[in-house]
């Protein structure tokens, strides 16, 4: 338990400081990412190995998105840990956000193999889009 909130510390830094070599020291060569959002059914978007975190915060650049992570304790069990957090920021359109989200990360040989993001999104278009599933039964 020790190791993984060592190794769970030295991602947290890596990532604050987008030090994409301590990231990649912190992964195995056979890493996954799946991100909550993209066209992959049903996962959203998948990276793959350490390079992967260079492609996201490169396409978080590009989207001109300013995100802010603020993060709790992880929860540890096992090989696997969970960590809450809450996202603040703004998109480049000035669209502001705000969502809670959750990552389970599992650990092989004292790195990370594996990164599933899951996000509550809240938008206009979805809560004016919500079916009443008692009325369809």
Same mark, same amino acid.
């Given at each position: 338990?020790?190791?993984?909130?060592?190794?769970?510390?030295?991602?947290?830094?890596?990532?604050?400081?987008?030090?994409?070599?301590?990231?990649?020291?912190?992964?195995?060569?056979?890493?996954?990412?799946?991100?909550?959002? =993209?066209?992959?059914?049903?996962?959203?978007? #998948?990276? +793959? *190995?350490?390079? @992967?975190?260079?492609?996201?915060?490169?396409? $978080?650049?590009?989207?001109?998105?300013?995100?802010?992570?603020?993060?709790?304790?992880?929860?540890?069990? =096992?090989?696997?840990?969970?960590?809450?957090? #809450?996202? +603040? *920021?703004?998109? @480049?359109?000035?669209?502001?956000?705000?969502? $809670?989200?959750?990552?389970?990360?599992?650990?092989?040989?004292?790195?990370?193999?594996?990164?599933?993001?899951?996000?509550?999104?809240?938008?206009?278009?979805?809560?004016? *889009?919500?079916?009443?599933?008692?009325?369809?039964?």
């Amino acid at each position: 338990k020790k190791e993984i909130k060592a190794l769970f510390t030295r991602f947290v830094e890596a990532w604050g400081e987008k030090d994409f070599d301590a990231l990649a020291a912190c992964v195995t060569e056979d890493f996954v990412w799946h991100l909550p959002v =993209g066209p992959d059914e049903p996962v959203g978007r #998948t990276l +793959h *190995g350490p390079d @992967a975190f260079r492609v996201e915060f490169a396409e $978080r650049e590009r989207q001109g998105a300013e995100l802010r992570f603020e993060l709790e304790e992880p929860v540890v069990y =096992g090989d696997t840990f969970l960590l809450y957090y #809450t996202i +603040h *920021g703004a998109y @480049a359109g000035g669209e502001t956000c705000s969502y $809670r989200g959750v990552d389970i990360f599992t650990v092989k040989d004292g790195r990370i193999a594996s990164k599933d993001a899951y996000w509550k999104i809240i938008s206009e278009s979805a809560v004016s *889009g919500r079916v009443d599933i008692r009325a369809a039964a």
